[in-house]
């Protein structure tokens, strides 16, 4: 909710909501570079940020726009895939913004795929986080079922970043792109409610009418752990980027 009680929604065709999108995070970055200090920019893989990395790139490209002061954190990971699986995030990274900007990729960071103790693994993760002063900007999806990150439905507010078993929902929404539901990985790891909570800013985007059901009950529903992005509801800056089609109900 912002100050006037209601949360903070933007609504408009999808090329408006990147280009809106892309001038808020290009003013994060250059107002920290003017005072010397790194952005950290939390980021979200799937179809929905697709032409806000383009426009970034674009940016990049034809207005100089850099990223040499620009840190990431991805929200999530598959468990078992190769960062240079075609289907894993580091590769969606790669292929989408990290190989066509001037960003440092030491400082990208994404969950891991592989570890040997899942726990410390998470744990360096948040460290890492912290170690960086936390969130500036979070962009943040949503599934049809709700989830954010790969918090799914049942994901309390207070988990932290974690490895989790994914739903048969969110893995047969990742099907067509696996080639069957059977090369869909059960497991991945994510950043917890309350690790995204933590951001300074968050942004759900979501375009499509497919979105639109959920949309309404994340905006207006209870908020609880059924539905995961209703947490959004109780954060001091969540903004909601909304196309046309998903803002229909
Ligand atoms: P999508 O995924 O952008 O591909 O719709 C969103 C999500 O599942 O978080």
Redesign the pocket.
């Known amino acids: 909710m912002n100050n006037s009680g209601e949360p903070e929604t933007i609504v408009g065709e999808a090329e408006y909501l990147m280009i809106r999108l892309a001038d808020e995070i290009v003013g994060g970055i250059l107002e920290h570079a003017a005072a010397g200090r790194t952005y950290v920019l939390g980021l979200?893989t799937?179809?929905?940020?697709l032409p806000l990395y383009a426009e970034l790139v674009r940016r990049h490209r034809n207005e100089g726009l850099s990223f040499q002061n620009v840190v990431t954190f991805n929200l999530d990971e598959y468990e078992h895939l190769k960062p240079d699986d075609p289907m894993s995030y580091h590769a969606f990274m790669r292929k989408e913004l990290f190989d066509h900007v001037d960003i440092k990729l030491e400082l990208t960071f994404i969950p891991p795929a592989f570890y040997e103790d899942e726990l410390s693994a998470a744990q360096a993760y948040e460290r890492t986080i912290t170690q960086y002063g936390g969130i500036d900007l979070q962009i943040?999806?949503?599934?049809s079922n709700g989830?954010?990150?790969f918090n799914e439905p049942g994901s309390e507010q207070t988990t932290r970043t974690r490895r989790v078993e994914l739903t048969e929902a969110?893995r047969r929404?990742a099907a067509k792109g696996f080639g069957g539901l059977e090369n869909v990985p059960t497991h991945a790891m994510t950043m917890g409610v309350e690790t995204i909570m933590e951001a300074r800013r968050i942004i759900l985007l979501a375009t499509g009418a497919h979105?639109a059901a959920i949309v309404q009950k994340a905006m207006s529903g209870n908020i609880s752990s059924t539905v995961p992005a209703t947490f959004l509801q109780d954060h001091s800056s969540a903004a909601w980027y909304l196309d046309t089609s998903a803002a229909g109900r």
């Open positions: 979200a799937g179809s929905t940020p943040v999806g949503i599934g989830h954010i990150g969110t929404a979105k």
